[in-house]
């Protein structure tokens, strides 16, 4: 189909200044390869507008086009709304529906208590919206804590499914998507290995969140790829006693049929919503509140250094922004992250803020040993150049 045909079958022609005059960007909610979230209020209140440069889609202006398509067609209430769309000259821009409730975990934090009863129950409502993703013929391939969002502080608000950036519309239902995709710790075997994949991906990572949910770590724990691989490839799931021990077997039996390294083997969306645990007859009611909250302060430092890479790609971003009229970036890269990583009242506390200094002063330093690479080679070569000349 050609692009024009594609653009009149999504709904609502771009008539663009129009449309961006409607909304006042706010904060810097986050950044990817193609450009960045912001956090934005508009007619129909607080929204968060995905702006992408089209310098960096390039020939692969379908991808945004197929993004926009799947976002029009999946209406779930624990999947975000898309709002609007529209485009200027250097850039396109998707609007959709912001969560504004936080992450799962920090809200769990701020409960007195949290049972394996409830896990049960808050594991079968993103279960509920990946099956309704996986129905429709789309991979999340992104799924992790950080990705569940309250959509309101409201006690009873809806837990949803953020941040499809690299979702994928699957065109045939046995298609396989073969980019490396997916957040380290929770990408399945064959995504690292660089294998096809498709639907089973989300089931892994549905494994991985349920195991840490249950006992504040995660399940495959190697700092480097190549020993990660082969963790999960064996996938030697263990369930340490200490934390384990009043923890149902039904649970374990659960997350024991996603965490299958073998894709075929693992279990569907569909057989997994079937499964016992999800009912919560046998959960017990044991807190696991502690662990919850032991995985978040390891998870606030792991956000300081996560800040670092933030700012550096806003800062990327911004050296390619062509439309320096309507600058759409945020001035400073290294406050918008900052604001972005200490959302809400998540303050970043001093070991983080040293963490972050360190990582700052180490890219510097990479930074200054390459440029010095650099001159030595350049030098190298001048100087060959002249004593051939002179040679000569």
Request: glycine share 6%; hydrophobic share 35%.
């Amino acid at each position: 189909m050609s692009l024009s045909g594609m653009l009149s079958r999504l709904q609502g022609q771009p008539d663009s200044y129009d449309k961006k005059s409607k909304y006042r960007f706010g904060k810097t909610l986050g950044a990817g390869t193609y450009g960045i979230v912001r956090e934005a209020d508009g007619p129909t209140g607080k929204v968060a507008i995905k702006i992408i440069l089209k310098k960096n889609v390039k020939g692969n202006e379908k991808m945004v086009y197929d993004e926009l398509d799947m976002l029009q067609r999946l209406k779930h209430p624990s999947i975000v709304r898309f709002v609007d769309w529209f485009e200027s000259r250097d850039k396109y821009y998707i609007v959709t529906e912001l969560a504004t409730g936080g992450e799962l975990f920090d809200r769990i934090c701020e409960q007195g208590k949290f049972t394996e009863k409830d896990a049960s129950q808050t594991i079968k409502q993103v279960l509920g919206a990946v099956d309704y993703l996986h129905r429709n013929n789309v991979v999340h391939r992104d799924l992790k804590p950080e990705n569940l969002l309250y959509l309101s502080k409201d006690p009873d608000s809806d837990l949803v499914l953020a941040d499809f950036g690299i979702a994928k519309m699957l065109d045939t239902k046995d298609e396989v998507l073969t980019t490396m995709a997916g957040s380290f710790g929770y990408a399945a075997p064959e995504v690292m290995l660089k294998k096809g994949h498709g639907k089973p991906v989300d089931m892994w990572s549905m494994g991985v969140i349920t195991y840490t949910l249950l006992c504040g770590y995660s399940p495959f724990r190697s700092e480097n790829l190549q020993d990660l691989i082969d963790e999960c490839s064996n996938a030697q799931v263990v369930f340490h006693e200490r934390y384990w021990k009043d923890v149902s077997q039904d649970a374990k039996d659960f997350i024991m049929h996603l965490l299958q390294p073998d894709a075929d083997n693992r279990w569907t969306s569909q057989q997994a919503l079937d499964h016992i645990w999800l009912s919560g007859k046998n959960a017990t009611d044991h807190n696991l509140l502690p662990e919850i909250k032991a995985y978040m302060a390891k998870a606030r430092l792991k956000r300081g250094i996560e800040m670092v890479k933030l700012a550096n790609r806003i800062e990327a971003l911004k050296m390619q922004e062509d439309d320096p009229e309507n600058p759409d970036l945020p001035e400073n890269p290294a406050a918008a992250a900052s604001a972005a990583a200490a959302s809400g009242k998540d303050k970043l506390n001093k070991a983080v803020k040293g963490a972050i200094f360190r990582e700052v002063v180490m890219a510097k330093v990479r930074e200054m040993k390459e440029q010095e690479q650099t001159l030595k080679v350049k030098e190298e070569v001048e100087k060959e150049a002249r004593r051939k000349s002179f040679n000569g």
